[in-house]
Nanobody
Framework: HFQLAESGGGSVQAGGSLKLSCVAS????????MAWFRQAPGKEREGVAT??????SYADSVKGRFTISKDNAKNTLYLQMNSLKPEDTAMYYC?????????????????WGQGTQVTVSS
C-alpha cells in the first residue's frame, strides 16, 4: 500500500526559509514521478515543482526560490523554500504517480499526502 507523508511546514516571516519533506512508503522502486502542489483558501490546487526522469521543473512563481530534490535511498522528496513571500502561504501537498515523466495536472496524480501548512507573514 503506497503512502506519502509530508512534514516540515510551519510559520515564518517573509524572506525566511522552510524545508518540506515527503516520505514514500510501500513501494521500493524509486522510478516514479513526484511533485509538490499547494492550495490556498478559496483557490485551486496548483503545481509548485515536479521531479521525474527528465529532472526538476518549477512553476514560474517559485523559480529561483524553491528547489525540489529526491533522495532515492531514503524514499524521500524535499522542497527547499527560500525567500518566502506571503503569497506562498498555503497547504502544501506531496503527490506521486507511477510514470517516468510528470505533468502539472493535479488530476493525473493518484497518490497524495495529507498536506502540511506553510504560513508566511509580512
Amino acid at each position: 500500500h503506497f503512502q506519502l507523508a509530508e512534514s516540515g511546514g510551519g510559520s515564518v516571516q517573509a524572506g525566511g526559509s522552510l524545508k518540506l519533506s515527503c516520505v514514500a512508503s510501500g513501494y521500493t522502486d524509486s522510478s516514479y514521478c513526484m511533485a509538490w502542489f499547494r492550495q490556498a483558501p478559496g483557490k485551486e490546487r496548483e503545481g509548485v515543482a515536479t521531479i521525474g526522469s527528465d529532472g526538476p521543473s518549477y512553476a514560474d512563481s517559485v523559480k529561483g526560490r524553491f528547489t525540489i530534490s529526491k533522495d532515492n535511498a531514503k524514499n524521500t522528496l524535499y522542497l527547499q523554500m527560500n525567500s518566502l513571500k506571503p503569497e506562498d502561504t498555503a497547504m502544501y501537498y506531496c503527490a506521486a504517480e507511477f510514470q517516468y515523466r510528470c505533468t502539472w495536472s493535479a488530476d493525473w496524480y493518484r497518490y497524495w499526502g495529507q498536506g502540511t501548512q506553510v504560513t508566511v507573514s509580512s
